[in-house]
């Protein structure tokens, strides 16, 4: 399944960017992103973008934390 990955399409790609990055997964190291000068540059200007919003809104969390804290107040029955 991973031997496709370097056959998506920039779309395909794409589309599956902002999950990949919400998971954590190292994207440079991402097959497509190797053979594909177009997504590198697009990745980069989103993480220029990032940055820019963590420097700018410094107090908001990472949306995996807050999702934890709704998890934990779920689990604890509040
Ligand atoms: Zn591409």
């Given at each position: 399944m991973n031997s496709d990955f370097s056959k998506m399409s920039c779309a395909e790609f794409q589309d599956r960017m902002a999950e990949l990055i919400g998971s954590g997964e190292?994207?440079?190291?991402h097959p497509h992103l190797r053979d594909c000068a177009d997504c590198r540059a697009l990745l980069a200007d989103l993480k220029t973008i990032a940055e820019a919003a963590r420097q700018l809104f410094p107090s908001v969390e990472p949306p995996d934390e807050v999702w934890e804290h709704i998890e934990s107040a779920i689990k604890r029955g509040d």
């Open positions: 190292d994207l440079t190291a």
